[in-house]
């Protein structure tokens, strides 16, 4: 189980990846994944839709990281638009395939549900999804947590108390949310420690390497972005080689810096670039 190998190994280094969009995708996927288990990752965590219709295409990644290279796979699995059939369903298949952890969130909700399917949805918070799966299923649960607050959330001390009761529930290890700051990383480990969150935290780490993904990446995370990133975007943004490079030594920088700080674990969100992730671990 991942929650074991937090207790032998200081940090964790894991990746997330996510599944292929098309069918006829799946070959290159499994190429990728294979390049990075030559990384030797302690796990490797594989994205959900959030509305869970695209279930299908984690699982087959996931029981393809699990069973065919025999590394930890830890599948997201999100709840805003499921019913508890679509939920039980989807971990019995999950077991079936011999998967045996999630990383259980609630999800966004997706621009199509109305009001009235949100305010009614069958699991209200991914605490629910937690505990519902550690009453009714054999799978080990993980959960989201985020050093600079969840967008919902008023303020950063309610954030934190649902936090712990997602850990009480049953999340035995936490990943952030991507973040380009460690002092809100470190800052945020501390409070959570001292509001009595003691399971491991893994550093979400999101390597910028063209000028077109920040303004996504940021936009979906909601993640600031310091002075220090801004001017390595303004600096390189027509030199796409120089920024590629910039962007992979600045997320080892970070990375180092974590270690330094005892960090649990590094998770690093790879976008499916094997070679990025490459060029980072040997900086680390
Ligand atoms: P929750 O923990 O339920 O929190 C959501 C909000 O509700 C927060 O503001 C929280 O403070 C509040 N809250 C929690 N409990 C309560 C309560 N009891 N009462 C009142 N308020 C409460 N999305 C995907 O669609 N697919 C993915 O694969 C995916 N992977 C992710 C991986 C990581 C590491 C992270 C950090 C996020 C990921 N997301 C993914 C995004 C995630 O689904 C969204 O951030 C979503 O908005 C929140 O999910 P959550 O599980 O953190 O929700």
Redesign the pocket.
């Known amino acids: 189980m991942i929650k074991d190998i937090f207790k032998d190994k200081k940090p964790t280094l894991s990746f997330e990846v996510f599944p292929p969009k098309k069918e006829d995708d799946f070959a290159n996927a499994f190429s990728v994944m294979d390049a990075l288990a030559v990384l030797k990752p302690d796990f490797i965590s594989v994205?959900?839709?959030?509305g869970g219709s695209k279930s299908k295409k984690t699982l087959e990644i996931a029981s393809y990281i699990q069973n065919r290279l025999h590394i930890d796979a830890l599948a997201?699995m999100?709840c805003v638009g499921s019913s508890r059939e679509d939920i039980d369903a989807v971990a019995s298949q999950m077991e079936q395939e011999g998967i045996r952890q999630v990383?259980a969130?609630?999800?966004?909700r997706p621009a199509t549900m109305s009001d009235e399917q949100f305010n009614s949805r069958a699991f209200?918070?991914?605490?629910d999804l937690i505990a519902y799966l550690k009453a009714n299923t054999s799978l080990h649960m993980a959960?989201?947590?985020?050093p600079e607050k969840?967008f919902?959330?008023e303020s950063f001390e309610?954030?934190l108390r649902?936090l712990k009761?997602?850990c009480e529930a049953g999340a035995e290890f936490l990943?952030?949310?991507l973040f380009f700051d460690n002092d809100s990383f470190l800052r945020f480990r501390e409070t959570a420690g001292k509001a009595g969150i003691s399971v491991p935290i893994c550093a979400?780490i999101m390597p910028i390497t063209t000028a077109k993904q920040i303004g996504t990446t940021v936009s979906l995370s909601g993640s600031s972005v310091p002075k220090k990133m801004a001017d390595m975007i303004a600096a390189y943004a027509d030199n796409p080689a120089d920024l590629r490079k910039a962007g992979i030594e600045y997320a080892a920088e970070q990375i180092r810096g974590l270690k330094a700080e005892g960090v649990d674990g590094i998770h690093i969100y790879t976008m499916n670039r094997p070679k990025v992730a490459a060029e980072i671990v040997g900086m680390i």
């Not at 209200?124 to 605490?127: E, K, T």
């Open positions: 994205t959900y839709g959030a997201h999100t990383l969130l609630r999800g966004d209200a918070h991914a605490s959960g989201a947590c985020y969840h919902e959330a309610e954030d649902h009761e997602k990943i952030t949310q979400g």
